[in-house]
């Protein structure tokens, strides 16, 4: 199988490592060679984050560039935006609705751009957009945005649900895995 | 069963599975989940070090006990333990001694983008080169045996995309080793000249012993696809390579990249019409091909800055580029800030509207720098803040001293700060320091440190005083302010800059993002008291922003801190 590429992409703090990492779990648990890349250090201090998740029968490279990505993850929609100049042809982004303000709108230089969901489906680009922060904090915490992504992905690929679970079990501490479950479901119904 | 894991926690599963008893290092990123993994084996004593330095050397003298023993840092780290490193080399090992560096191209979260080779060239140290997790934990393992056949330590070199990718694992039982015996020897440990001027010449003995070894070793490995091009490569780059060229092309893929062989470089090049050499910054396998007579294209296609991947390698070699369909507005950026409620804030906000000159250190607080506050004026290295501002100061005196200060956090106060205070103590300085301390080693992400009463793994430990610390090296003025009290850290600033010596302000408050620190609810902006006067945004609050005219604060990443609050005039900001 050619290598497939996901970027998981969003501002800093908001939970790209554990999404990326319940990703990779499953892609692994199919049998999958896979290669997740992350981002620590400065730029997780509220800057722009990306992820790179890639699997197929053999993964070199654990980046995605300009024009590679399959699906793009997006927990917010600016960075949506930002890089969905990496999405191949005919690649999928599924964002959250959530928008954080960067540092040059909050200090005026800059506005917040507007239309970006019409802009991204201008660009041919299939768009899911979900209002995970509102389904995450009805699970019970605004930090689950993350798992409702995974919740809203997870229907859109070939795996049965039990492996998403199990990869939820492996990469979530047990005193907040309730809570995860629902806000994985939750994202699976939006 | 394989395991994903980071190519850091693969680096730590094969020092465990080595029998490696004991780890000492300095967080930095992308090095610091080495140490934090090790540390969960309950078989390997672990510890974070105050600095490189004391971890390498501590490292050094389990080795002399006879334990496996390992140190890990960044690239810039390793400038810091050059020191003992560079006699170490000479000295050799008792049990295995492996040292993990990791460079940081592109500078994700570093201050310069140096290539670590050159301190293993310049060392006379072997480096071995992972370029994925698997790897990274079978030349952890690998490191030691050649450490304990050659008497030397070794050097392992990662990079970001090495450090902090993951791939799957093949986990295996450890090897516990018996110590090795002490056996007293001081013309292998006593590094006088008369016994250095012996073990120099053992070392270059070494390096051609190294050499051969490097002639035949399974880590440097040919990939013949019969094809009339070759390409020479290393670490991330081998796997960009493989991904843009995959079988049209022959590799030389180095495991080891000091010291480099020659036969099998000759031997490789000269089946192949066309030899490019594919490496990150520098140009240090290409060097080497060159010097042998290699014709070969290496850093005239590529250049030595950043990273490289595989679109850039088949665009250059190949002439091929995916297509790409741009966003069509220009977007506005998105770089890192203090986060909300960071208790760094209060402090660069009131040396912003001071005008106060700022000596910076390296830390979360760096972000000071950046807009709206652009506090800081200078960022050099670890512990720099204090010993620029001393020089500054001698300089400039009266014309400098009463507005400026120097900022640093209490782990890189520890690190090398310290140091630098002594000398404004002992050579009188009129320099105002603030220690920003804020209970944790921040940006690499929540490590203990010496002032944290905690260790490595934990448990409870002795805490710096800094206070008393302060005092102790001659520093007569040392005060406490809580920068989430503007009017107070106002106060200590003013004051502390306007006597005429010395003097150390510590501004302490843990940082926001700690488990056990309990946040307020969080605020809310009146907006019919809102007067859309802008003054909360100058504090750069990535919670705080305007909406429809109006201040706004956003609930999820406001965690009540308050000074925003204290700041508008209008009473508007309300619990």
């Keep these: 199988m050619e290598t497939k590429s996901i970027m998981i992409v969003g501002v800093g703090g908001q939970g790209s490592l554990l999404a990326s990492r319940i990703l990779g779990n499953v892609l692994l648990q199919q049998g999958y060679e896979v290669k997740v890349s992350e981002v620590h250090g400065m730029s997780q201090r509220g800057g722009s984050v990306v992820t790179y998740v890639k699997y197929g029968d053999a993964v070199y490279s654990p980046v995605v560039e300009k024009g590679e990505a399959d699906v793009i993850i997006s927990f917010e929609l600016l960075e949506a935006a930002r890089w969905a100049v990496c999405l191949k ?36 680009i299939d768009v899911t957009a979900v209002d995970a922060l509102s389904l995450a904090e009805q699970a019970g915490s605004a930090k689950a945005s993350n798992v409702v992504l995974m919740g809203v992905v997870s229907k859109k690929m070939d795996f049965d649900e039990a492996v998403w679970q199990e990869a939820l079990n492996q990469c979530v501490p047990p005193k907040f895995i309730e809570m995860n479950r629902k806000a994985f479901a939750l994202g699976r119904e939006a | 069963m394989k395991k994903l894991m980071l190519g850091n926690e693969a680096f730590a599963r094969g020092l465990y599975e080595a029998g490696c008893r004991f780890a000492s290092s300095y967080p930095g990123t992308p090095s ?32 002399f006990a006879g334990a496996r023993a390992f140190a890990a840092m960044k690239h810039v780290g390793l400038n810091v333990a050059a020191d003992p490193l560079y006699t170490a080399a000479y000295t050799g090992v008792n049990g295995g001694l492996v040292i993990a560096v990791a460079d940081d191209p592109g500078m994700h979260s570093s201050q310069n983008e140096q290539d670590s080779r050159h301190h293993a060239i310049a060392s006379k140290v072997p480096m071995l080169e992972p370029s994925d997790s698997q790897e990274c934990k079978e030349f952890a393992m690998l490191g030691y045996d050649i450490s304990e056949d050659f008497d030397t330590p070794v050097l392992i070199r990662t990079a970001t995309r090495v450090a902090h990718s993951q791939s799957a694992v093949e986990q295996l039982p450890r090897q516990e080793r018996e110590l090795k015996p002490y056996v007293k020897n001081p013309q292998k440990y006593v590094m006088v000249p008369a016994n250095a001027r012996g073990k120099h010449v053992i070392v270059e003995e070494r390096t051609k012993k190294l050499i051969t070894y490097a002639e035949t070793a399974p880590i440097n490995k040919v990939e013949d696809n019969g094809s009339e091009i070759g390409v020479i490569t290393c670490g991330a780059a081998y796997q960009y390579a493989k991904e843009a060229l995959g079988d049209k092309v022959n590799y030389l893929k180095l495991g080891m990249t ?27 396998l290409e060097q080497h091909a060159k010097a042998l007579g290699i014709e070969c294209k290496g850093k005239e296609i590529f250049g030595c800055i950043g990273e490289l991947n595989q679109v850039i390698i088949a665009e250059k070699l190949l002439g091929t580029a995916p297509e790409v369909t741009p966003y069509p507005e220009q977007l506005p950026i998105r770089p890192p800030v203090m986060c909300a409620g960071c208790p760094h804030r209060g402090v660069f906000y009131t040396l912003a509207k001071h005008k106060i000159t700022v000596s910076g250190d390296i830390g979360c607080y760096t972000l000071g720098a950046a807009k ?102 001659g520093i007569k003025r040392v005060r406490v302010a809580d920068p989430y ?84 005039k209008f009473g508007a900001i309300a619990k």
């Design chain 2, 485 to 568: 009290h503007l009017a107070e850290m106002e106060q200590a600033i003013t004051e502390e800059l306007a006597v005429d010596e010395p003097s150390v302000i510590i501004s302490r408050r843990p940082c926001a993002l700690l488990k056990y620190v309990k946040h307020n609810p969080p605020l809310h902006v009146e907006s019919d008291k809102c007067r859309s006067c802008k003054m909360c945004l100058k504090l750069g609050c990535p919670a705080i922003s305007m909406k429809d005219g109006k201040a706004c604060i956003d609930h999820t990443q406001c965690v009540g801190c308050g000074i925003c609050g204290e700041l508008c």
């Design chain 2, 258 to 284: 000091n010291p480099l062989p020659n036969q099998l470089f000759l031997d490789f090049a000269a089946k192949c019409k066309t030899v490019y050499i594919i490496e990150e910054l520098d140009g240090i």
């Design chain 1, 89 to 124: 042809k005919g690649g999928k982004i599924v964002t959250s609705t959530q928008t954080l303000d960067p540092m040059p709108v909050i200090t005026g230089a800059a506005s917040y751009p507007e239309g970006i969901i019409e802009n991204l489906k201008g660009m041919g």
């Design chain 2, 372 to 473: 709206p506050l652009e506090s800081i004026d200078w960022t050099i290295c670890m512990g720099s803040s204090i010993s620029c501002l001393h020089g500054y100061n001698k300089i400039l005196n009266e014309k400098s001293q009463n507005k400026t200060v120097a900022v640093i956090g209490d782990s890189t106060f520890i690190h090398t700060g310290l140091n630098s205070l002594v000398n404004v103590a002992y050579n009188a300085s009129n320099s105002t320091v603030i220690i920003l301390d804020n209970s944790i080693t921040g940006m690499t992400g929540h490590q203990q440190n010496p002032t944290t009463g905690k260790n490595l793994k934990g448990d409870p430990a002795a805490a710096v005083d800094l206070e008393a610390l302060c005092h102790a090296i």
């Design chain 2, 32 to 63: 610091t989940e080495i140490t934090e993994t090790i540390a969960k084996y309950d078989e390997v004593y672990a510890e974070w070090a105050p600095n490189e330095k004391v971890a390498v050397e501590s490292a050094l003298g389990a080795s």
